[in-house]
């Protein structure tokens, strides 16, 4: 099946600052989520990007499908913004209904 | 308010009894979904509906049971033969639209095993 890698695994930031998170897979796909998982275990939508650049506020995303990976931007950082981001796929050759998760980059950022 | 619920927030069992997990969505999605997290970890697929009375398996099946008897519904069992219960639930749901897939998740239950 296909693999879904994210990176870095952590990462600790002061407050202000700007953060890449990276996540490969290595099959075409159809839909890529990324999310943010608060401390009390909610998961968040943040962008739908199968292919493309999405931006809300401080965050961004950019896929390029054609090279199996997407990134997530993160600007002047908020201690807000700790928590897990993961990045899910579904995989277009086996079957478009399941997501397949990646491992999370745990983000922490202090004051 | 639209949006998926998730009930109970914790549930506590005891070895040997089943239980069951709430999942109720009023976004009138067609799909829904079960995941479990384990601490650590990404989220991993029990099982997924994508139209009433219909369900399949996902990647860790065995020892949990799902029902989908109406479309805004998906209660997941956890049974007495699943060896290692304790762990987050979550619950998701979808629109399936072409090859659109985006899913929405609810709170979470957290169950743990005495």
Redesign the interface.
């Known amino acids: 099946g296909i693999q879904v890698e994210q990176s870095p695994p952590d990462l600790i930031l002061q407050e202000g600052a700007n953060s890449t998170l990276r996540c490969n897979f290595s099959d075409s796909v ?2 890529l ?1 990324w ?1 943010h998982q608060n401390p ?4 968040i ?1 943040l962008f ?1 990007i199968p292919s493309g650049t999405k931006q809300n506020g401080r965050l961004s995303a950019t896929t390029v499908a054609t090279e199996r990976y997407s990134l997530l931007y993160i600007s002047s950082s908020q201690t807000t913004d700790s928590g897990v981001y ?1 990045c ?1 796929v ?1 995989s ?1 050759p086996y079957n ?4 397949i ?4 980059t745990r983000l922490q950022v202090f004051p | 308010d639209g949006g998926i619920t998730q009930s109970p927030k914790y549930l506590f069992r005891k070895e040997g009894q089943n239980v069951t997990l709430s999942c109720e969505q009023n976004l009138n999605h067609d ?1 829904m ?1 079960w995941y479990r ?1 384990d601490p650590g ?5 029990i099982y ?1 509906s ?1 139209i009433v009375n219909d369900f ?1 398996k ?2 860790i099946a065995e020892g949990y049971s799902v029902s989908r008897e109406k479309k805004e519904s998906f209660p997941l069992t956890v049974t007495s033969a699943q060896k290692n219960p304790t762990a ?1 639930y ?1 619950c ?1 749901s979808s629109i ?1 639209t072409g ?7 609810g ?2 239950t ?1 169950l743990t095993v005495l």
Do not use: S, V
Not at chain 1, 101 to 104: E, I, K, L, P, Y
């Open positions: 159809n839909n989520q999310f009390w275990g909610q998961l939508n739908y993961f899910a579904d277009r478009t209904d399941k997501l998760f990646g491992t999370g | 799909a979904y997290q970890q990404g989220l991993r697929l997924y994508q399949q996902g990647d987050f979550l998701a399936l090859n659109k897939n985006e899913q929405f998740f709170p979470g957290r």
